[in-house]
């Protein structure tokens, strides 16, 4: 990686631990709702999946370990296989991908998320239903993060913006 991929990861991870603060978050049954989702879709549909896994999964879990711990594993691992499902699935980031394959990647994305934070939930509380409760909410994160990045990827300048920095050597 170049110094100018890294600049630009370090970016976006930034982004991503700020956005996992609880103060930025809205409170919901069962827990907070998190902005820091939109970040982690538009990081898989970017980046390589490697680099997707580092800036989403670790800047996710740093987020979790300096604002709320508990959970910062199940974070690290479902956000790590979200964006690694939403990067190969989009496919090769030269070009912008198909609204079709866009559409499809954050739609498997979404699903390990619910399903990851979902079975980590009822892992890390030993309480079913406190997973139950939160998977409304999680489907809704989901769906916003879906919709604006969706808009971000097709109707602004951000990917031509982003690749023509990412490769510049």
């Not at 999946?49 to 996710?60: H, W």
């Not at 979790?64 to 790590?80: E, I, K």
């Not at 390990?112 to 998977?135: E, T």
Request: hydrophobic residues 55%; positive net charge.
């Amino acid at each position: 990686m170049s110094a100018r991929q890294v600049t630009i990861s370090a970016l976006f991870m930034a982004v991503t631990i700020i956005l996992s603060a609880r103060f930025l978050s809205i409170p919901v049954p069962g827990g907070h709702f998190y902005i820091n989702g939109i970040v982690i879709f538009l990081v898989g549909l970017l980046f390589p999946p490697l680099e997707a896994m580092v800036v989403a999964g670790i800047g996710s879990f740093l987020g979790d370990f300096f604002f709320y711990p508990t959970p910062m594993f199940v974070t690290l691992v479902t956000h790590s296989l979200q964006v690694a499902v939403i990067s190969v699935v989009v496919g090769p980031k030269e070009t912008k991908a198909t609204k079709k394959r866009v559409l499809l990647a954050m739609s498997l994305g979404a699903m390990v998320d619910i399903i990851g934070y979902g079975l980590g939930r009822a892992f890390l509380y030993a309480n079913l239903q406190y997973a139950m409760m939160k998977l409304p909410f999680d489907v809704l994160a989901a769906v916003l993060s879906i919709l604006v990045v969706y808009c971000l990827y097709f109707r602004t300048s951000i990917v031509k913006d982003f690749q023509a920095y990412w490769n510049l050597r």
